[in-house]
Structure formats: structure tokens, C-alpha cells
């Protein structure tokens, strides 16, 4: 097997993971509005690497050069994303009890990096997949479910901190810092 099924089969274990350990709890939350955006996304995730890998190509050593960096640094800006959280992240879009808004450390730069890790690793994947048709499967619907996810999160924390979190839209991007 590749050592990119194998980094793949990692990635898919951590998510898996994270969906079990930092779900909301009841009683925990003031507000819970996921409408189908982690099963979405999942389903856009699983369906984008089952298909990317069945048209991918033998790896490129170009290609893979260019795509495990992207991977490892997805990784790490999703996983400094989740710890600047802490007890605030969770996997399905709810505002806990304690919640504050996180305008500051890597939120400083975009407002939803976790999800632009998930894309710099999909892209990085998809590049070491060396198929055009790789990456449209891939990266085009995972993008489209993290675009949905966001809006639904997006309203969700406008509603929950209403003018601040106005405030906080116009100084910084949504998941690509200076551009998108």
C-alpha cells in the first residue's frame, strides 16, 4: 500500500476520533444548529477520497512533494485551531455555556481555520493523488460542504454575538487570510 493510503487512514482516525470525544453535551449548550452540516461534510469527505483514490495516478514525486506539505500543514493549523478553542470546540456547530468569542491567536488571522486546515489537507491529499480528475472529486465538494458549514456556523455566532460578531467579519476572512 502508499504511504498516502496509509497518512489518509491516519487523517480519517483523528477526525473519527473527534467526533467522539468533542460532540456538545446536553447541558452544556445554549445553542445547537448543526441542519446537517457534519454529515455534509462527511459524506463530501469520504465520497472525495474514495474517488479521488480510484482515479488517482501512480504518485509523482513533483506532486507528492508538493502535497504533503500542504497535508502536515493543514494538520497542524486544524489542530492549533482546535486547541485555541479548547472546551469550546466541537465537532457539530453548537455554543456552549462558556462560550467567548475567539477573535485572537490564529482567529486573529481567518475566522473558521480549522476549516481551512480541512481544505489545505484535501488539497495536499488530492495533489498526491497526480490527477486532475483526483482533485475536482475531492477538493470541489469537500470545499462546497465547508462553504455550507461555515454559513450555517456563521449565523449561528451572529446570533449568538450579534454586533461583535459583525465587528470581528469585517477585520478578518473567512478561511483565507488577506483573500477569501
Given at each position: 500500500m502508499r504511504p498516502i493510503v496509509y497518512l489518509s487512514f491516519a487523517y480519517a482516525f483523528s477526525e473519527f476520533l473527534l467526533m467522539l470525544i468533542k460532540r456538545s453535551k446536553e447541558g452544556m449548550v445554549?445553542?445547537?444548529k448543526d441542519r446537517g452540516s457534519l454529515i455534509f461534510l462527511w459524506l463530501m469527505?469520504?465520497?472525495g477520497f474514495v474517488g479521488g483514490f480510484y482515479l488517482s495516478k501512480p504518485i509523482n514525486d513533483?506532486?507528492?512533494g508538493f502535497g504533503f506539505p500542504l497535508i502536515i500543514g493543514g494538520l497542524i493549523i486544524r489542530w492549533i485551531a482546535i486547541l485555541q478553542l479548547g472546551n469550546s470546540f466541537t465537532v457539530d456547530v453548537a455554543i456552549n455555556n462558556a462560550a467567548n468569542l475567539k477573535t485572537d491567536g490564529i482567529y486573529e488571522r481567518v475566522r473558521h481555520p480549522s476549516y481551512s486546515g480541512?481544505?489545505?489537507v484535501v488539497t495536499g491529499f488530492?495533489?498526491?493523488m497526480n490527477s486532475l480528475y483526483s482533485f475536482l472529486v475531492l477538493v470541489v465538494?469537500?470545499?462546497m460542504a465547508v462553504?455550507?458549514?461555515?454559513s450555517v456556523e456563521e449565523s449561528v455566532l451572529i446570533n449568538e454575538f450579534g454586533d461583535?460578531?459583525?465587528?470581528y467579519k469585517t477585520k478578518t476572512k473567512k478561511l483565507i487570510p488577506g483573500i477569501y
Open positions: 445554549k445553542t445547537r469527505i469520504t465520497i513533483f506532486w507528492a480541512i481544505l489545505l488530492s495533489a498526491t465538494p469537500v470545499f462553504i455550507y458549514r461555515v461583535k460578531y459583525q465587528l
